[in-house]
């Protein structure tokens, strides 16, 4: 089956509530001293919402792609990730997060060019 | 805090759990039949959610024993087992330009994760100043 654009535009969705999912996830472990505090914090269950999502548009995505174009798609994820630790986190930007976001957006539209 | 041994060897495990749950996704899709019954004895995506939800765990413990600049390159091997599991199981057509744009990503992500670990030379310079 030849991979659809469509497919590959929805795992870029995906990647996106992953990468949102992961950081509700952070705001969690930030939080935690317990096992109490884990369970009772509300940005766990936002966090774990971000993560079904992701993994449904991801599941449609595979209805219309090859394994080997779709997955390497969600490494965007990487790159979401760390804007968002700038933007919110306070952590900073440096020539190393720079030259990586650059390689995973080069290395994704290489595997995109692939359809 | 210096990354122990073992959370290393815990996040390749996770990286083996996490391609293996997604070719079970892709599995579960390629025989997917849009119903309640359907879902519930597609066994390849359950079994794929339960393998994922492994992984997530693993790397969560792996991740509060370990430096990001180290663990997080590792995680990146995922992209290449499948890759792997694609080509042989799956039979689909891998070509140089993914591979290379697989090899692009496991690059992009050291990179990052090297970046997360660097301080800021501003920060250091107003602590010697005073």
New interface residues.
């Given amino acids: 089956m030849e991979t659809q654009l469509w497919a590959i535009g929805l795992a870029v969705v995906a990647s996106v509530f992953t990468a949102f999912g992961s950081f509700f996830m952070k705001l969690t472990?930030d939080k935690t001293k317990d096992v109490k505090t884990f369970f009772l914090n509300g940005k766990l269950y936002i966090g774990a919402l971000l993560y079904a999502v992701a993994?449904i548009v991801?599941?449609?995505a595979?209805?219309g792609g090859?394994?080997?174009?779709?997955?390497?798609v969600c490494?965007l994820s990487?790159v979401w990730i760390?804007l968002l630790s700038v933007k919110y986190l306070k952590?900073?930007m440096?020539?190393?997060?720079?030259?990586?976001?650059?390689?995973?957006?080069?290395?994704?539209?290489?595997?995109g060019?692939?359809i | 805090m210096k990354t122990k041994l073992f959370a290393v060897f815990l996040v390749a495990i996770c990286t083996i759990l996490t391609a293996a749950g997604?070719?079970l996704?892709?599995l579960?899709?390629?025989n997917?039949v849009f119903s309640f019954v359907g879902l519930l004895t597609n066994y390849y995506?359950i079994s794929g959610?339960i393998v994922?939800g492994v992984g997530l765990l693993i790397l969560?413990f792996a991740l509060k024993n370990g430096e990001l600049s180290v663990l997080?390159p590792i995680t990146?091997l995922t992209?290449i087992w499948?890759?792997l599991?694609?080509?042989f199981i799956?039979h689909?057509?891998?070509?140089y330009?993914?591979v290379?744009?697989?090899?692009?990503?496991l690059?992009?992500?050291?990179?990052?994760?090297?970046?997360?670990m660097?301080r800021?030379p501003i920060k250091i310079k107003n602590k010697v100043g005073g």
């Avoid at chain 1, 090859?66 to 390497?72: H, K, V």
């Avoid at chain 2, 690059?107 to 997360?116: D, E, F, Q, R, T």
């Fill in positions: 472990s993994t991801g599941l449609i595979y209805l090859d394994l080997s174009i779709i997955y390497p490494a990487y760390c952590e900073e440096n020539k190393w997060k720079w030259m990586g976001i650059a390689a995973i957006l080069a290395g994704v539209f290489l595997i060019l692939g | 997604s070719l996704f892709k579960g899709m390629m997917f995506l959610l994922y969560l997080y990146a992209y499948s890759l599991l694609a080509a799956l689909e057509n891998v070509s330009p993914e290379f744009g697989v090899v692009l990503i690059l992009g992500v050291s990179a990052i994760g090297k970046g997360s660097m800021s």
